[in-house]
C-alpha cells in the first residue's frame, strides 16, 4: 500500500566496528552535491562517526584530500563553499588549494582569471575569516615563500612561464587583502599543510 521500509542487513553492537578507510573514502561517480548518495553517506558518518569533520568544496571531488582524509580518519563533507576548498567547523581559517604553481600563475598573471580571486577575497573579507592558499611545489620550482617567486620559471609545451609578474601580483593582492596569505609546501605534503593550517 505504499508503505516504505528500511532494509537492515547487518546490526552490530557500536563498539564492535571501527570505521575504515574505505568507509571514510568518498566517491565521486555517484555526485558529490547535496542530496547525492555519496553526499548523504558522508553526511551520515560525519553525525554518526565521532570522527573530526572537513568541509570540502563540492568541486573537489577529485583533490588528493580526499584518500588522505579516508588514510587519517578524518569524514570529509563535501558542499558549496563560497570562497576557498577546504574549511573547519567555527574555524576562522579557508584553505584554497592548487595543484602547482603554474595554476596560481595562470590566474594571477592574466587579469581575466583575477576575478575569481578577487571575489574570494572580498567574501571572505566581509566574513571575518582568513583566506590561506597551500601551493604545491616541485623539486625544481625552488619556491618555499613569495620572494622566491621572483626567480622562478616553469617550461610546459614549448613555452616558458617566468614567475617576475607573478610575484609583483601576489605581493599586490596581499597588499590589498591583508587577510590573505601564501604557503608553499611540496607537493606530497600538500594535504597535510592544509589539515595544520586548518587545525591550528
Known amino acids: 500500500m505504499g508503505t516504505r521500509y528500511i532494509g537492515v542487513r547487518r ?4 563498539s ?3 570505521v575504515t578507510p574505505d568507509d571514510i573514502r568518498v566517491g565521486t561517480e555517484g555526485g558529490w552535491r547535496q542530496g547525492d548518495p555519496n553526499w548523504r553517506h558522508a553526511l551520515l558518518l560525519a ?25 587519517h580518519g578524518v569524514i570529509i ?6 570562497a576557498g576548498d577546504y574549511t573547519l567547523s567555527g574555524s576562522n581559517v579557508i584553505v584554497d588549494r592548487k595543484d602547482n604553481i603554474l595554476e596560481l600563475y595562470k590566474d594571477f598573471a592574466g587579469s581575466q582569471n583575477r576575478q575569481s580571486y578577487e571575489n574570494a577575497a572580498l567574501l571572505t573579507q566581509i566574513a ?8 604545491g611545489t616541485a623539486p625544481d620550482d625552488h619556491v618555499v615563500q613569495i620572494s622566491d617567486l621572483s626567480h622562478w620559471q616553469f617550461t610546459f609545451k614549448n613555452q616558458t612561464f617566468v614567475g617576475t609578474h607573478l610575484y609583483q601580483q601576489v605581493l599586490r ?19 597535510q599543510t592544509i589539515w595544520d593550517t586548518l587545525s591550528k
Open 128 to 135: 571575518g575569516k582568513q583566506l590561506v592558499y597551500v601551493i
Open 173 to 191: 593582492h596581499q597588499a590589498m587583502y591583508p587577510h590573505i596569505s601564501f604557503i608553499f609546501a611540496k607537493r606530497e605534503k600538500v594535504c
Open 47 to 71: 553525525n554518526l562517526s565521532g570522527l573530526p569533520v572537513l568541509s570540502s568544496d563540492s568541486r573537489e571531488g577529485k583533490s588528493p584530500m580526499v584518500d588522505w582524509c579516508a588514510e
Open 77 to 82: 563533507l563535501p558542499q558549496y563553499l563560497p
Open 11 to 14: 546490526s552490530l553492537p557500536a
Open 16 to 18: 564492535a566496528y571501527q
